[in-house]
T-cell receptor
Framework: AQSVTQLGSHVSVSEGALVLLRCNYS??????LFWYVQYPNQGLQLLLK??????LVKGINGFEAEFKKSETSFHLTKPSAHMSDAAEYFC???????????FGSGTKLNVKP | ETGVTQTPRHLVMGMTNKKSLKCEQH?????MYWYKQSAKKPLELMFV???????ENNSVPSRFSPECPNSSHLFLHLHTLQPEDSALYLC????????????FGEGSRLTVL
């Protein structure tokens, strides 16, 4: 079975600072990887996805993530944090038939003024 | 209109009540999912339906009973729940075999008294 590990359940950054949210996965097959964002009292919204094309993936709201096979990582970054980025972020991996998705435990991002 | 609609958004029920959660997707997807999101716990997959057939039951107690009458509708019937079942229940859909990401509804917040 696949698994996803998100290091740090809470991350706090200042507005304008770099955002780095870490995600490592285990997979016996080429993975499909996703980052989702969840605002309070809402469902999860897709930020970006990796499906075996370019290893650097750009998503919405200025976020991007890089797939590194050698490190089994898919870390999420944003050069400059905005107050509106405060939310919970989930990394997920899917098997190649897309019927099963495995989610990390989430990282809550706090952005300080 | 959002792609995945869940009703009700909030539900309070006693342990002896019977209620149902409803999910409808307007995206033409063939797979639908129920996830449970509890505080301080990872997202838990409950059920998966593919072309109306249940393909995953992740050891969910029988007090949760799913129903999928067609590819667009998914229900979660609830009866004799426990207070620990209080959580956000998220419905999602996807198109298996394509780029495959999950599309989530906004969730139904369930409180069991």
């Amino acid at each position: 079975a696949q698994s996803v590990t998100q290091l740090g359940s809470h991350v706090s950054v200042s507005e304008g600072a770099l955002v780095l949210l870490r995600c490592n996965y285990s997979s016996s097959v080429p993975p499909y990887l996703f980052w989702y964002v969840q605002y309070p009292n809402q469902g999860l919204q897709l930020l970006l996805k990796y499906t075996s094309a370019a290893t650097l993936v750009k998503g919405i709201n200025g976020f991007e993530a890089e797939f590194k096979k050698s490190e089994t990582s898919f870390h999420l970054t944003k050069p400059s944090a905005h107050m509106s980025d405060a939310a919970e972020y989930f990394c997920a991996v899917s098997e190649d038939n897309f019927n099963k998705f495995y989610f990390g435990s989430g990282t809550k991002l706090n952005v300080k003024p | 209109e959002t792609g995945v609609t869940q009703t009700p958004r909030h539900l309070v029920m006693g342990m002896t009540n019977k209620k149902s959660l409803k999910c409808e997707q307007h995206l033409g997807h063939n797979a639908m999912y129920w996830y449970k999101q509890s505080a301080k716990k990872p997202l838990e997959l409950m059920f998966v339906y593919n072309f109306k057939e249940q393909t995953e039951n992740n050891s969910v107690p029988s007090r949760f009973s799913p129903e999928c009458p067609n590819s667009s509708h998914l229900f979660l019937h609830l009866h004799t729940l426990q207070p620990e079942d209080s959580a956000l229940y998220l419905c999602a859909s996807s198109q298996t075999g394509s780029t495959g990401e999950l599309f989530f509804g906004e969730g139904s917040r369930l409180t069991v008294l």
